[in-house]
């Protein structure tokens, strides 16, 4: 008898869980490795956002979904004042937190929770900065630290920044990861039962997903918000299915055990073209490959010897040899994804002859010897910098200019191109905001001529353009700025543009409404599955 | 006996001083350091670098860093995790069954096929069984784990959908940890499907990771036969007309099965090395892969404190390994 029963309640048990998994959609995602915690603010990788600030948490402004638009998340508007240094914004009502087994809201998101989000990473004496190690190395990397003065509380639903100076690309940098909204009320309850770093790993946001379980290197498991404030997800349980492997990766997408994968192997592209239950998605990333000119040391000081390498490069051969197909020339430091991109720009087109006859012009009709950096990793803008050196350094040679190639382990690749140890250096850059700023003022503004500037080049006109696009407010203007300083830095030439690469996403075709982020992300809300 | 025990124990002390060394310096000769890799393309001002540089205490002088280190080892404290900032003993011990589980499994593996065809291949010495086996051996001892991994899954998950690609379970199930051993932790739930789904994602990563030391049974086993037979006493065994099923199966294997279970032991080491391959090519969550991206960043605790654990799981195997053989074969213990 009691077999029997046994028997019938497992069956019933089997059943109900067919029956619930039969009409609830599960998307697994095959992401390529673990986060390092749940907290956006501390950390800085994309995988680690992926796993937190994209799912679980929304900002005062967000990224409209597979663009680099700013639209209105848990502020449902915001003014500027007159000089740019003030923000108000007006936050949305009726936003819920996520319910989770150590946490019950008993109040809805308000102004408190920006004010915490904010101070903590902010005030070195807020009781929450030393919590998790407590390094916001992007909060910092953005230089939001020296750009706050003050974060003000006007009611429960308004919210006053006050900046020390005009900074149009602030409101992008408020869209960006370290940015998230967490909740004061849940940060106060584990203060208080001593528990302080649970904030950090077991989160509690206003996101369209809440994190349900988390496995290391094995499994994330998140089911839907039931009271997200934009509506419900299309698909209740998200699942990232942990797989560092590429070619991995795609055996499980193809067959089946996942939905969407990241990165796919170049040489898998057309395999995934092939098959006929897979759509392959592609985008250009935000990002740029360049070499950079020591526009500090001789020759490079000449801006007609850098013009002349700039025409003494085959930049198709790159693209060909180094990328495969997965990337395309880049004419401007900003990728064509970036408002303001500037189409009209001509780009040096590939001719030896008169490469040859600028270094003429410039006094070294007979060459001279210099150095290629390559560095010794892959990045999504470069997936071989060896052989694109070996490349740039064959070009160079029929104009006569004999190059040595060089590389460093990655870290002191990093450091000793900073301190300017080079007189040519191959390196990129990919976005953090969206914002033409985010390239063109750090990548070769003034400020940044002994850092991340690696051209070292200080050129008045040009910085003063970006200067003035900072303390513009209008984004037609700012936009104008911009175009402008694309045509002094084509003409300047501190760098070689090379390449921007092109990113896919192969999914299968079951997956609706699937957008590749520009930014590099992987967001799942807005998405469904065809059953 | 117990004499033999402690002379064994007192020589894991200066080898376990050892291991704390080379595990904090290897890590220290790799050129860059957690900081500058930390913040990548984005760089970091020369004041931060060197705040963070202090609260890591990676500015203090080499030798008192080291002793700190190790007073903090002899306290249990193996420091935390700098990417993370957990406890590495806490990281390490979740993700340790994981790889004793997928280890066990593939030199069970490795035991059940390579012990028997050696035999065989030691009593059939110089027929066609006996180069097949030894061909094959050679083969999967030279066989690259990467590539190994890769073919298998292409062949048996994609064409032929046999098994699942990669992971430890299927994402389907929902397993909370008891023992941190899929196999048994399903069971003890009584969860049935997820256990056979736990299994049919064992069977690629043990074959994987069990082809080398199936080779090096199955080879060793060989000799050790080929040696055995060869003996006085097995051509008495002969004499008296014993059926070879008994010549081999009892007097001879058993002799020569001691050099056997020493390389047995000694296959464990090996199979934490390839356990980082392997755990990659199948994403399975171990501490194989942990060590290789702690490494890649420089995460200093985490790589001392995992080299550490592992080179000392490795040293208690082998002690126990070793008392073992010293109570199988008495003649170990009075060599000494």
């Known amino acids: 008898m009691k077999r029997t029963l046994l028997a019938a309640a497992t069956a019933l048990a089997v059943g109900a869980a067919f029956g619930a998994s039969a009409e609830a959609k599960t998307l697994v995602y095959c992401s390529e490795g673990s986060p390092e915690g749940f907290n956006p603010q501390l950390y800085t990788a994309g995988t680690t956002f992926d796993a937190s600030s994209r799912q679980v948490y929304n900002r005062l402004v967000q990224f409209e979904r597979g663009t680099t638009n700013i639209v209105p998340g848990l502020a449902e508007s915001w003014d500027i004042s007159e000089d740019g240094t003030v923000y108000t914004f007006h936050l949305r009502e009726g936003v819920a937190w996520h319910t989770t087994d150590n946490f019950t809201p008993s109040r809805e998101f308000n102004a408190d929770d920006v004010l915490f989000s904010f101070r903590r990473q902010l005030d070195p004496e807020h009781p929450y900065h030393d919590v998790s190690g407590g390094g916001y190395e992007y909060f910092n990397a953005m230089s939001m630290g020296g750009l706050i003065d003050r974060i003000e509380k006007v009611d429960d639903y308004t919210v006053r920044f006050h900046l020390n100076k005009p900074e149009a690309p602030f409101i992008a940098n408020m869209a960006m990861d370290f940015a998230s909204i967490m909740s004061k009320e849940y940060a106060d309850k584990m203060m208080e039962a001593g528990t302080p770093e649970k904030v ?200 006569g200019v004999d190059a040595e190639i060089v590389s460093y382990e990655w870290g002191e690749y990093l450091a000793r191109s900073k301190r300017g140890e080079h007189e040519t250096v191959l390196l990129g850059w990919t976005g953090d905001n969206g914002d033409p700023d985010n390239f063109l003022y750090v990548l070769l503004g003034c400020d940044a001529a002994s850092g991340a500037n690696r051209a070292r080049w200080c050129y008045e006109p040009f910085n003063d353009l970006l200067l003035k696009a900072k303390r513009t407010a209008d984004k037609q203007k700012r936009a104008e700025l911009y175009q402008e300083a694309q045509v002094i830095f084509k003409e300047q030439a501190p760098w070689i543009t090379i390449a921007h690469s092109i990113v896919f996403e192969p999914v299968r075709k079951v997956v609706k409404n699937y957008k590749i982020d520009p930014f590099g992300g992987h967001i799942f809300y807005g998405v469904d599955i065809e059953q | ?249 009892l007097h001879a294997l058993r002799n020569a099965l001691i050099p056997v279970v020493t390389v047995i032991g000694l296959q464990v080491g090996l199979l934490f090395s390839g356990a980082i391959l392997t755990e990659t090519i199948f994403a399975w969550p171990g501490i194989g892969k942990w060590l290789v991206d702690s490494i890649h960043r420089r995460d200093y605790p985490s790589v001392q404190g995992g080299l550490l654990l592992v080179a000392s799981t490795v040293m208690i195997v082998n002690l126990i390994v070793d008392l073992l053989y010293g109570l199988i074969n008495p003649r170990i213990r009075h060599a000494r």
């Open chain 2, 1 to 249: 006996m117990f004499r033999f025990a402690i002379t064994r124990i007192a020589v894991l002390l200066p080898t376990f001083i050892g291991v704390t060394v080379i595990a904090f310096s290897l890590i220290r000769l790799i050129p860059g350091d957690p900081v500058e890799l930390l913040a990548g393309e984005r760089g970091i001002s020369a004041e931060r670098h060197a705040k963070l540089m202090q609260e890591m205490g990676l500015d203090r002088p080499l030798h008192e860093q080291y002793l700190t280190f190790i007073l903090d080892v002899f306290q249990g404290d193996l420091g935390k995790s700098i990417r993370t900032k957990t406890p590495v003993s806490e990281e390490f011990f979740a993700l340790f069954p994981a790889t004793v589980e997928l280890s066990l499994c593939a030199l069970l593996f490795a035991v059940a096929i390579g012990l028997p065809a050696g035999v065989l291949a030691g009593v059939r010495r110089g027929k066609v069984f006996d180069h097949s086996v030894m061909t094959v051996s050679l083969a999967g001892y030279s066989m690259p784990i990467f590539w190994w991994g890769l073919l298998l899954i292409i062949l048996f998950s994609g064409t032929l959908g046999w098994t699942p690609v990669s992971g430890r379970i299927s994402v389907m199930h929902f397993i909370e940890p008891i023992t941190g051993f899929m196999l048994i932790d399903t069971l003890l739930q009584g969860n049935y499907a997820a256990f056979n789904s736990a299994v049919r994602h064992l069977i690629l990563p043990a074959v994987v990771l069990g082809t080398i030391p199936l080779a090096v049974i199955a080879r060793q086993t060989r000799s050790a036969m080929i040696e055995v037979l060869g003996e006085d006493y097995v051509r008495t065994a002969r004499a008296k007309g014993l059926p070879p099923w008994r010549i081999v199966g």
């Open chain 1, 200 to 399: 950090d790993l077991e989160p509690v946001g206003t996101g369209p997903f809440q994190l349900v379980q988390y496995r290391k290197d094995a499994v994330i498991r998140y089911k839907a918000h039931p009271d997200y404030w934009e509506g419900k997800a299309a698909i209740d349980t998200l699942v990232f299915a942990i797989t560092p492997d590429n070619s991995v990766r795609w055996q499980k997408l193809k067959a089946g055990e996942c939905h969407v994968m990241p990165y796919p192997n170049p040489a898998d592209l057309d395999a995934m073209r092939a098959d006929d239950n897979i759509d392959l998605k592609s985008q250009e990333g935000l990002n740029v490959g360049y070499l950079a000119f020591n526009t500090e040391k001789d020759p490079f000081k000449n801006v007609k010897v850098r013009q002349a390498l700039n025409y003494a490069v085959n930049k198709q051969a790159i693209i060909d040899a180094v990328f495969q197909g997965a990337g395309r020339i880049a004419k401007n430091p900003i990728p064509p994804t970036i408002w303001s991109y500037n189409e009209e720009i001509e780009d040096y087109p590939y001719d030896p002859e008169k490469a040859k006859q600028l270094l003429e012009e410039a006094g070294y009709g007979d060459g001279f010897e210099t150095d290629v950096w390559a560095m010794p990793v892959q990045r999504p803008y470069n997936p071989n910098a060896r052989r694109m050196a070996e490349l740039i350094q064959s070009d160079w040679q029929k104009v």
